[in-house]
């Protein structure tokens, strides 16, 4: 029964690295990232690249790499936002190895532990970012890749509610949130910011032009605060919203909301202590959302009390002010 | 509160997002700092994307007027 939810067996198999018959040192390989292709000897290598971010001189030395050791000389982005190595003969493991090693280039991992972290592009550059989820996939990278799991255990960052990278859909998500509050002083009536407001959350007062704000319609995006003319709409605070038990696959999940406004500082431990918990309570081959079913998820709750205190419960509605 | 001064008018109705931001840019460009660009754009999507592309540019939102027409009248300052 439980089968049913341990997904790529047949077609992402680690290295065994008994059965290689090749004097091959895979000490540095244990977290896999070698994927078996359907061509004989062939193996994807997957490459570590936290947020999908790498600097132009890397990838220049990336595709030197690629184009020597690729049978067929070719590459793929995963969905994942590594890019991998394809047609790669398991004979050339250790020099291709080796040679990513000198320009700093990890491998990937594959199988049950804590896999490469996903970002969208974040605060850094794009107008809409909340926060600095570039910065937080290379921390949680740094941290706690590899790091092992009953199954698979994938982090994403999202910089703001359109959420790019898709933080429902994952075993621990954070997507960057914004309260807004509003200062009616320096408020010229204006009405842009009942304009920008994609959710409804501001109606202007037919009068006075003041916005009336909706708090179980505010989905703390940060629009009003960009749009308005007079810096009266004015950022509170920024975190993340945490959500936590998502996944995709052959029977897809939807993440839940586990703390609102978790501030950056604490994201390493709320992974932490998360992992800790999945550890002592997933069953092999089990997804975190999975445990959380069967164990309930009160008991997750009470566990992460210490780290998600110092964010808001999740039904938390701005005041506005 | 007396009327702001302007320098140079822009009417972008009609022109949509972001070519009507791409034409501020410009314009402020050929003006000097402190000078009030006045600006006419649509209601809908170049009001909720234009005054926050200003602001990012460090230009700085002087005034706005909402039209009945469906149309808003803003005055940036060049910053």
Known sequence: ?321 | MSEIKTDAFLDLRGVMCPINFVKTKLKLETMGEGEVLELVIDDGEPIQNVPKSIKEEGHKIVEVKKEKEGFFRLKIQKG
Not at chain 1, 70 to 78: C, D, E, M, P, Q
Not at chain 1, 203 to 220: E, L, R
């Open chain 1, 1 to 321: 029964m439980a089968d049913r939810f341990i997904e790529d067996k047949s077609t992402k198999v680690a290295v065994n690295l008994e059965g290689m018959g090749e004097k091959v040192d895979f000490n540095d390989l244990k977290s896999g990232g070698f994927i078996k292709q359907r061509q004989k000897d062939l193996f994807v290598v997957r490459l570590r690249c936290p947020g999908g971010r790498l600097s132009t001189k890397k990838l220049v030395e990336i595709a030197k790499i690629a184009d020597k050791y690729s049978k067929k000389g070719v590459v793929h982005f995963s969905f994942r936002q590594s890019l991998e190595i394809l047609y790669v003969d398991y004979k050339e493991f250790n020099n291709i190895v080796a040679e990513l090693e000198k320009i700093g280039q990890k491998v990937a991992s594959c199988g049950p532990r804590v896999r490469v972290p996903t970002a969208c592009g974040g605060c850094e550059y794009n107008p809409n970012g909340l926060t600095d989820t570039q910065k937080m996939a290379e921390m949680v990278d740094q941290k706690f890749f590899g790091t092992p799991t009953p199954h698979k255990f994938k982090t994403s960052f999202s910089g703001c509610p359109i959420d790019c990278a898709r933080t429902k859909e994952m075993d621990f998500g954070f997507q960057g949130v914004v309260e807004p509050v509003w200062d009616e002083p320096l408020c010229t009536g204006c009405t842009i910011c009942a304009q920008a407001c994609k959710e409804d959350a501001i109606v202007s007062d037919p009068d006075s032009g003041k916005p009336i704000f909706d708090p179980n319609k505010c989905i703390f995006c940060g629009d009003c605060i960009r749009a308005c003319p007079t810096e009266s709409w004015k950022a509170k605070r920024y975190g993340h919203t945490v959500r936590i038990g998502g996944k995709h696959g052959r029977h897809p999940m939807e993440a839940v909301e586990v703390c609102q406004f978790l501030p950056d500082e604490k994201v390493a431990e709320a992974i932490q202590k998360t992992v800790e918990w999945y550890n002592a309570n997933g069953k092999r081959g089990e997804r975190i959302g999975n445990t959380l079913k069967r164990v309930g998820l009160k008991a997750y709750l009470d566990y992460m009390e210490p780290v998600f205190k110092s964010g808001s419960h999740p039904s938390f509605k701005a005041p506005g002010k």
